[in-house]
């Protein structure tokens, strides 16, 4: 299967400040770009789509201003949290796709963040 | 998109063959059905995918009947190992503008 990357796989910030989550796709170039959100317990919740090159789509309910996404290569997309609150505190997977014809999606390992 | 619907959770012992169904009525004619398995603060994992009568790997089968409208996700011998929570997805991923939503997933749980 494909292979994944996220960094950091966790982190713990204060309140009010950024943090940047990085996914690479490290065996495929990644066309498209997935990013979820899993709190305890709940599956996960798709927030954005983005195009490689171009502006992410985002979920209804989903703050664009406040989950940056940043898809400007085909191997790497980062996904930043402004001005993070305790309530963001979740799980944020990330899943790159690159060749369509596959019909299978992969996910990376995942980023627990937690707010302080 | 297509809806999935599962049970919310399963409880086995090791050494049983577990099946899980997942319902999805609405399947479109393109529509593939891919199962995933999670740990606890783990990316989902690829375990099988199908689009219609049976499909077979090192660690899974899944069954589909005619009207694909569900799908059996079939554990053979279970171990502790494979308790997580596993998601029945349904959706093309070849065409332009898809995207993958989770349903509530099952939790199977596998007792010693």
């Known amino acids: 299967g494909a292979v994944v990357s996220q960094h950091p796989s966790w982190v713990i910030c204060k309140s009010g400040t950024s943090v940047k989550i990085e996914c690479r796709s490290l065996?495929?170039?990644?066309?498209?770009m997935f990013w979820y959100r899993q709190f305890p317990k709940q599956s996960l919740m798709l927030m954005a789509t983005s195009n490689e090159g171009s502006k992410a789509t985002y979920e209804q309910g989903v703050e664009k201003d406040k989950f940056l996404i940043n898809h400007a290569s085909l191997t790497l997309s980062t996904l930043t949290v402004t001005s993070a609150h305790p309530e963001d505190s979740s799980f944020y997977i990330c899943s790159p796709v690159g060749d369509m014809s596959t019909d299978t999606q992969y996910f990376g390992p995942g980023t627990r963040l937690t707010v302080l | 998109l297509a809806k999935t619907t599962q049970p919310i959770s399963m409880d086995s012992y090791e050494g049983q063959e577990v099946n899980i169904t997942c319902s999805h009525n609405n399947i479109a004619t393109n529509d593939y059905i891919t199962w995933y398995q999670q740990f606890p603060s783990q990316g989902p994992r690829f375990i099988i995918q199908?689009?219609?009568t049976k499909v077979t790997n090192e660690v899974a089968s899944l069954f589909i009947p005619a009207d694909r409208k569900s799908s059996t996700l079939s554990l053979p011998r279970v171990s502790l190992s494979d308790t997580a929570v596993y998601y029945c997805l349904v959706g093309d991923f070849r065409g332009g503008g898809f995207k993958t939503i989770f349903g509530a997933g099952t939790r199977l749980f596998v007792k010693a």
């Open positions: 065996d495929f170039q990644a066309t498209t």
């Open positions: 199908g689009y219609k």
